[in-house]
């Protein structure tokens, strides 16, 4: 069997053990019979378990990175993008519960050098929402009175709420990735689309 199928093999059986069993319980015992091979092989091919869990942390931020990129409608009006894109997102964490596990929980709580391989991962992301979300503006506006700080902010509030959302669509019965989108997209887009037409909230005087 070719190199890059064995590892993959090996990878997809780590994936699948961090994600359900968490990084300090899942061995390298499981994960080699799991894919079918001897432990000695998944050292061979992967060295130890720290760079075998460096691995799928890059390989799923990749996918989940992807995954949303390709999803968003190009040249589509912005809520109609920014729809897609969530569709994109949460059909990807859905299909994919373990790599989410991995990303979502594993790595970010068990310190470096995981953590700095998931915010490489989230800050893609935030740099892509930072981009439809100012080009929103942009068409909502033509010049846009949104500053640009204001708009990272509202990048960084966008995909917090969807990682969150993310975890508790997996962890509940019965919500699929389009209704875990809608749900976001009912919270965020209300404001969004006051902001896009130049309405903001103030605080009423006391």
């Known amino acids: 069997m070719p190199r890059a199928v064995r590892e993959q093999q090996m990878m997809d059986a780590a994936v699948q053990t961090f994600g359900q069993r968490g990084y300090r319980a899942a061995s390298m015992d499981e994960i080699a019979e799991l894919a079918g091979v001897s432990k000695p092989l998944v050292y061979l091919y992967l060295n130890s378990k720290e760079e075998l869990f460096t691995a799928c942390i890059r390989r799923e931020a990749q996918a989940l990175v ?9 040249g589509a009006a ?4 920014l729809w897609s894109g969530l569709g994109a997102f949460f059909a990807h964490t859905a299909s994919n519960p373990d790599g989410w596990s991995v990303l979502h929980r594993q790595a970010r709580t068990h310190g470096e050098p995981f953590a700095s391989e998931v915010a490489v991962m989230r800050g893609e992301i935030v740099a892509f929402v930072t981009g439809l979300i100012g080009a929103a503006a942009r068409e909502a506006h033509g010049d846009s009175d949104l500053l640009d700080r204001d708009v990272a902010g509202l990048a960084e509030a966008l995909v917090g709420a969807a990682e969150s959302l993310a975890g508790w669509a997996n962890d509940t019965d019965g919500v699929s990735a389009k209704d875990a989108a809608a ?6 887009w209300a404001g969004l689309g006051n902001l896009m037409r130049g309405e903001r909230w103030v605080p009423s005087p006391r």
Do not use: K, Y
């Open 66 to 74: 992807a995954a949303v990129q390709a999803g968003v409608e190009t």
């Open 78 to 81: 912005a809520d109609r993008q």
């Open 183 to 188: 749900t976001l997209m009912n919270f965020a």
